[in-house]
Each structure stands twice: as C-alpha cells, then as structure tokens.
C-alpha cells in the first residue's frame, strides 16, 4: 500500500484545493502554516518564499493555482523577524556574492516596513491581470512570539 495516499485518504483523489484557498507565505522554517491555520492535504495550495513576497513567480503559480485549480481566494501570511527585514538588499546581496563567489546582484524583496510590505504585497496581486480570482485577497502577519495571526487592513480599490 501506498502509505502516503493512504494517509492523505480522500484528499488524494481531489486535486483542486478543497478549501478553494492559496497561501503566499514565507520559507522560515518556524512558521507551520498548516499547523497556524489548521489545514490538512488537499485543502490549500501553499506557495512559499524568502519574505513571502508577491514575485513574478508567486504571480505566476498563483495564476496556475486559480485558472486551473480553481482557487479563489489568497492569504498572504508575512510574520515577525523575517530576515528580509532583518538584512537590506544590499547586505545580502554581499553574502550571497561571498558564498557563492559570484556577483549576484538580484532584487530580493527586502523591506523596512513589514506592514506596508504585506500592502505592497495585496496590491501586487489585486494589480495582476492574470488572476481572475482578486476580490478575496487578504493579508495576515505572524507573530512568531505570541503565536497569534492579526489582519493587515488594506486599501479596498481593486484595480481593473
Ligand atoms: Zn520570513
């Protein structure tokens, strides 16, 4: 027996996300995203990456995630201490050049703000033609202390 299916048991079987929900999230390896929001396999698609930020290739996994999976609504989940706000652009640019030892010169998507940068985020996306699904985009951060999730209000023009 395939103990994975086994375990995932239904939600094998169903390939669009039960809860029709996609989740842009940071890649810190403290923030539990299914255990902070109680999902189980096959309810949400979880897109990650350093900041959780509205990249071009969040953009377009998202655009996938809705067209053909029929998602329709989006959390983005940014939280405290996230090293994009922790280092700037040009600092990790330096390391990235040490490590590696090649020039890597890359916007990375730091910010000083994390608020606005969860505003900056829900706009990008409610901005990008290519989803068809952005009435329902909303922003969260979380708070790695106090292990609790609080709204970011943001402007509530959706962009044609
Ligand atoms: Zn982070």
Do not use: W
């Not at 669009?16 to 096959?42: K, Y």
């Not at 969040?58 to 994009?84: F, G, P, Y």
């Not at 050049?97 to 829900?122: R, W, Y």
């Amino acid at each position: 027996m395939n103990t994975r299916l086994h375990y995932l048991g239904t939600a094998a079987r169903i390939i669009e996300p039960v809860q029709h929900l996609a989740i842009l999230t940071c890649m810190d390896a403290r923030v539990d995203v299914s255990a902070l929001l109680g999902l189980r396999p096959g309810d949400a698609h979880v897109i990650r990456n350093a900041g959780g930020r509205a990249s071009s290739d969040a953009l377009r996994a998202l655009a996938i995630s809705q067209a053909v999976m029929h998602t329709r609504e989006v959390m983005v989940i940014h939280h405290t201490d996230c090293a994009l706000g922790r280092f700037s652009q040009a600092q990790l640019n330096e390391q990235i050049t040490m490590a590696s030892g090649h020039g890597f010169a890359e916007e990375l998507g730091c910010f000083t703000d994390p608020i606005q940068a969860i505003v900056e985020d829900i706009e990008r996306l409610r901005a990008c033609p290519y989803l068809p699904a952005r009435d329902k985009v909303r922003g969260f951060i979380y708070d790695l202390t106090s292990n609790v999730v609080t709204e970011v209000p943001a402007p509530d023009r959706i962009p044609t």
